[in-house]
């Protein structure tokens, strides 16, 4: 898979304000915010959207999952914010290496846009 500049964070080739990071992930603050909250969990491994995820991932991503609950709690917000994973040009994926976004801090609409 070609390097996106999600892998250029990983590697500290450029800055991004890091609130977590373990042996399998990080999450940072995503530089446009959508919400008073709004931080990115993405995997060390590359991997380009969910869609190219395969069994072998099952664990990787429960624990994206938990990380993101751990994140949102840990920012302050237990108790209301959304996850978001955007697949696909169509679904509104801009970068290319698998993210969960966290959103919290504001009333969110449904259905999303
Ligand atoms: P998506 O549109 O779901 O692919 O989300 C990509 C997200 O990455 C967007 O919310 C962007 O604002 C965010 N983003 C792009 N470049 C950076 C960066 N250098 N640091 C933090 N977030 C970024």
Not at 56 to 85: C, K, M, P, S
Request: aromatic content about 6%; glycine content about 6%.
């Amino acid at each position: 898979m070609s390097e996106t500049l999600f892998t250029k964070i990983i590697n500290r080739e450029i800055p991004a304000e890091i609130v977590y990071e373990d042996d399998q992930c990080l999450a940072f603050k995503d530089i446009n915010p959508q919400a008073p909250l709004h931080v990115l969990v993405i995997p060390k491994k590359s991997i380009a959207k969910l869609a190219h995820a395969t069994p072998e991932d099952q664990a990787l991503l429960g624990h994206l999952l938990l990380t993101a609950n751990d994140v949102a709690r840990d920012q302050g917000h237990a108790d209301d914010f959304r996850l978001v994973i955007n697949n696909g040009i169509e679904a509104g994926q801009s970068v290319f290496h698998l993210h969960v976004h966290i959103l919290a801090g504001r009333s969110f609409s449904w259905p999303p846009g």
